[in-house]
C-alpha cells in the first residue's frame, strides 16, 4: 500500500549531504516502526535502516552505519534519513516503509512493511 511520500533527493557530489523526508498520506503512522530502503538499477531493494515506534532504538545497514542516520518527528514527518559522506555507490531510489506492528521489533525485509512510498531518486557523482 502506497501511503507515503518522500522529499529530498537530488543530484550531488561524494562527500556531500542529502536529508530525505518520509510525508504520510491519509494515515498516522505515530505508533508504527518506520524503515527505509533503497533500490538501484538492476539490483534487488535492499535494507538501509529502520527507527522504532518512539524513536528510541535505530538499526542501519552495515554500509551506512557511521554516515546515515535515520530520525522521526511524527508532529510533522514519520520518518527522516539524514545522508553524510555520500557515495556514488549510495545512488539509488530511496523508499521509506511503515510496520504496523511494533511489538515485533524491527525488521530488515521488505516483507516486515505493511506501508510504502514510491521513492525518491538520488545520484552521487564523483
Known amino acids: 500500500q502506497v501511503q507515503l511520500v518522500e522529499s529530498g533527493g537530488g543530484l550531488v557530489q561524494a562527500g556531500d549531504s542529502l536529508r530525505l523526508s518520509c510525508a504520510a498520506s491519509?494515515?498516522?503512522?505515530?505508533?508504527?516502526?518506520m524503515g527505509w530502503f533503497r533500490q538501484a538499477p538492476g539490483k534487488e531493494r535492499e535494507f538501509v535502516g529502520a527507527?522504532?515506534?518512539?524513536?528510541?532504538?535505530?538499526y542501519y545497514e552495515d554500509s551506512v552505519k557511521g554516515r546515515f542516520t535515520i530520525s522521526r518527528d511524527n508532529a510533522k514527518n514519520p520518518t527522516y534519513l539524514q545522508m553524510n559522506s555520500l557515495k556514488p555507490e549510495d545512488s539509488a531510489v530511496y523508499s521509506c516503509a511503515a510496520d504496523p506492528r511494533p511489538w515485533s521489533g524491527l525488521k530488515k525485509s521488505v516483507e516486515g512493511y505493511d506501508y510504502w512510498g514510491h521513492g525518491t531518486q538520488v545520484t552521487v557523482s564523483s
Open positions: 527507527i522504532s515506534w518512539n524513536g528510541g532504538t535505530t
Open positions: 491519509g494515515r498516522t503512522f505515530s505508533t508504527y516502526n
